[in-house]
């Protein structure tokens, strides 16, 4: 349970067991990392905390405040309404956690957040501690019952991950698994976007085919997500570009086509859906989900900078192969990157299973999710509209 502004706060302590020089060396280390270096909302928030705790502000490391001072909230704002600290804390103690995970890492200086404060810790690597006089026996001992009730708590946690990777009531696993019968998966993708030509091009074409720099770090991560998933379930993917795969290769078994209008399969094999996609071409492009039996719904992200953008999932046999795929289409890269955290994170197809009816695991589906996007960063999907059949 995370504290609030009113709630009791656990004992604070204001001087780290290790130099300020080293804690800053480490928490460098940390944000380079895949973990953190392509968000900047859990940067922003570990450095800052970490910052006031080496300057002896700790005081002032509570929900309220941390939402004015890192994520530029109004001193009044809701933190029932608006939890952006509290979900922000649970996703970096997540990540740290895996980060400390990896061997290579093991030897190193440890930032830790501990659940129900804002005031990180940090601890020297068990074997680099010095030597305790013997008068130190009985609080080294508590000391070491603490380390090693983590260790096995996560090492149960991990367990647990692994029974529900492989667990048939798994709802995620449940969800993957008419794809998860032939390895390499392969996933049918066009990474290449298009961007303006400078002014000075004389090619009639206004685009070039390029990659968007900031594109890029969203498709890596959205490629991070995707191995992590199938290895988990010992399988590999490979991938195709969407102009080069046959369809005599489609037929051969089942796959995945990422993205929307960057991708002319995916338009193509969701045509016939009732959630599909659609370029409006008026002053400005827009790019649409589209509701084919209510012509009212439909879900909007125009060119150019957008506050929300939204993504279309579908698992259904492709119409002109009759292949099991998979669609994972956002209008843009970062709705793409939220609908791939919605298909490689339990949680969120858990919360699916749990407001649909029974027997979706043996027939197609479709899900139209939405994600809010603040500086480039996006956020939880949600699911606004869904279909079984």
């Given amino acids: 349970m995370l504290f609030s502004d009113n709630s009791r706060q656990p004992e604070q302590k204001s001087a780290p067991a290790v130099d300020s020089d080293s804690i800053r060396a480490q928490l460098k280390r940390v944000l380079a990392s895949e973990l953190f270096q392509h968000s900047r909302r859990y940067p922003a928030l570990l450095r800052h905390v970490v910052e006031r705790t080496l300057d002896g502000g700790v005081?002032?490391?509570?929900?309220?405040?941390?939402?004015?001072?890192?994520?530029?909230?109004?001193?009044?704002?809701d933190t029932s309404a608006d939890p952006v600290v509290r979900t922000t804390a649970s996703e970096i103690r997540r990540r740290l956690e895996v980060y400390y995970s990896v061997p290579s890492h093991a030897g190193e200086l440890r930032i830790t957040l501990p659940v129900g404060a804002y005031v990180p810790e940090f601890h020297l690597p068990i074997e680099n501690r010095p030597e305790l006089p013997s008068h130190s026996f009985r609080i080294t001992r508590i000391r070491h019952w603490r380390v090693w009730a983590v260790v096995a708590a996560l090492l149960v946690a991990g367990l647990g991950v692994t029974i529900r990777v492989y667990s048939d009531g798994n709802a995620l696993y449940e969800f993957w698994k008419p794809v998860l019968n032939a390895s390499p998966v392969l996933v049918v993708v066009e990474t290449w976007v298009g961007v303006p030509k400078p002014p000075s091009s004389q090619d009639s074409s206004p685009f070039q085919e390029l990659i968007d720099p900031k594109s890029f770090l969203v498709l890596?991560?959205?490629?991070?997500k995707m191995a992590a998933y199938f290895s988990s379930n010992r399988l590999t993917l490979e991938y195709e570009l969407a102009r080069d795969v046959t369809l005599a290769k489609l037929r051969t078994r089942p796959f995945i086509l990422r993205g929307a209008f960057n991708n002319p399969l995916t338009r193509q094999a969701v045509s016939s859906f009732r959630y599909s996609l659609k370029m409006e071409r008026g002053q400005s492009l827009i790019r649409e989900i589209v509701d084919r039996q209510d012509r009212s719904k439909h879900w909007d992200a125009p060119m150019g900078e957008i506050s929300r953008d939204y993504a279309l999932v579908a698992r259904a046999p492709e119409p002109q192969t009759g292949q099991m795929m998979v669609v994972i289409a956002g209008l843009g890269e970062r709705g793409t990157a939220a609908a791939t955290e919605f298909l490689t994170n339990p949680k969120y197809m858990e919360r699916f299973a749990a407001q649909t009816q029974g027997g979706w695991k043996r027939r197609n589906i479709e899900i139209v999710l939405e994600t809010d996007l603040v500086k480039g960063d996006w956020g939880e999907p949600r699911i606004v509209a869904k279909q079984v059949w």
């Fill in 59 to 77: 005081v002032g490391l509570k929900e309220r405040t941390l939402g004015i001072a890192v994520f530029k909230r109004n001193p009044e704002y």
């Fill in 220 to 224: 890596n991560d959205i490629n991070s």
